[in-house]
């Protein structure tokens, strides 16, 4: 009796010898390409790994973090409002990094130093060196543990140790990020104002978002003065071709945290110096007496403690920048 394979015609054995030959051919081109595919993968996401650094991050990344900016702009073109909230929905606002903060500020020895302001010589303010002036604060109370801050010290401030920071003998700059090459030479003539100078502006309150770029928002109550307001009291000096400088840059009294704005930026309705906070004065760790809230930024660019304020024409150095993130920093 015959078998189905032995009714097979023989030509039919050589049709599927070449099947399998092709199919090897083909596996083995398979495997080939695979692996090549696999090696340039490999050779690509190591250039971008170990290429040369901007800011802590590999230069393509950085390339594609800056794209990002740029497209926002094209898009938002830096007019887009952050939406506003009832105060009923508001909540107090978690604390979140004393980079700046770890030691209280005596309020009544602030002043913001401003530089850079149109004939700063017609203002009382003026002073011929904004970087002699001393801050003091009160000791021991420093707050490493952001999740865990210091209760406040009940102590009257007059019983309390008191160091006195004095301009060019002590060191900033002492966080993670090291030192501002913006922040300024000794030497440097503008405005020292006092709290009362900024409070006297009109006062605004919004109910908006803050974002960290953590991953985290809370929807706080803020009240202040527009940035677009102080800058009109006290406008940026113009170039001698009579256009304005780009860039605002702002740093902490100790010069420890630090972060830079387009100028234009600094006009958006929504743009607050914050003095409180809940309709209360801000505490010393959201940064009494003064801080800024552009809910149009992430927190990271929020800076607390405000105590320098200068206009320039030089693009700032910006603390988490140099750290990895994003100078834009828009959501």
Not at 184 to 211: R, S, W, Y
Request: charged share 25%.
């Amino acid at each position: 009796m015959s078998t189905p394979r032995d009714n097979v015609a023989p030509d039919r054995f050589k049709t599927d010898e070449e099947v399998l030959a092709a199919s090897r051919r083909y596996t083995r081109r398979s495997f080939l390409v695979a692996a090549l595919s696999g090696a340039l993968g490999y050779e690509f996401c190591r250039q971008v790994w170990y290429s040369h650094a901007i800011g802590l991050q590999p230069w393509p990344r950085r390339l594609v973090l800056q794209a990002d900016a740029k497209l926002s702009r094209l898009l938002f073109k830096d007019r887009a409002f952050a939406p506003t909230y009832p105060v009923s929905r508001s909540v107090p606002l978690r604390v979140n990094g004393h980079i700046g903060l770890k030691t209280d500020l005596l309020l009544e020895s602030w002043r913001l130093q401003l530089v850079g302001v149109e004939d700063a010589h017609r203002f009382d303010r003026f002073v011929p060196d904004v970087t002699a002036w001393e801050y003091k604060y009160a000791e021991p109370q420093r707050r490493d543990d952001p999740d865990n801050p210091v209760v406040a010290d009940p102590t009257p401030v007059a019983a309390k140790d008191v160091r006195v920071e004095r301009a060019g003998k002590r060191d900033r700059g002492l966080e993670e990020a090291g030192k501002s090459y913006s922040t300024l030479a000794a030497g440097t003539p503008g405005l020292l104002l006092t709290l009362a100078d900024i409070t006297k502006l009109p006062k605004h309150e919004m109910v908006t978002e803050f974002k960290c770029i953590e991953g985290w928002s809370e929807i706080v109550h803020w009240s202040g003065v527009r940035m677009a307001d102080f800058l009109d009291a006290y406008p940026p000096a113009r170039k001698p071709d009579g256009s304005l400088p780009r860039y605002v840059y702002m740093e902490t009294p100790n010069g420890d945290y630090y972060v830079g704005y387009d100028l234009h930026i600094c006009r958006h309705p929504q743009m607050l110096l914050v003095t409180e906070m809940a309709g209360k004065p801000l505490s010393q760790v959201h940064g009494a007496p003064i801080r800024l809230h552009a809910p149009m930024k992430y927190g990271y660019k929020q800076i607390k403690r405000i105590g320098l304020i200068a206009y320039t024409d030089s693009k700032p150095d910006d603390y988490w920048t140099k750290l990895g993130y994003d100078w834009y920093a828009g959501i």
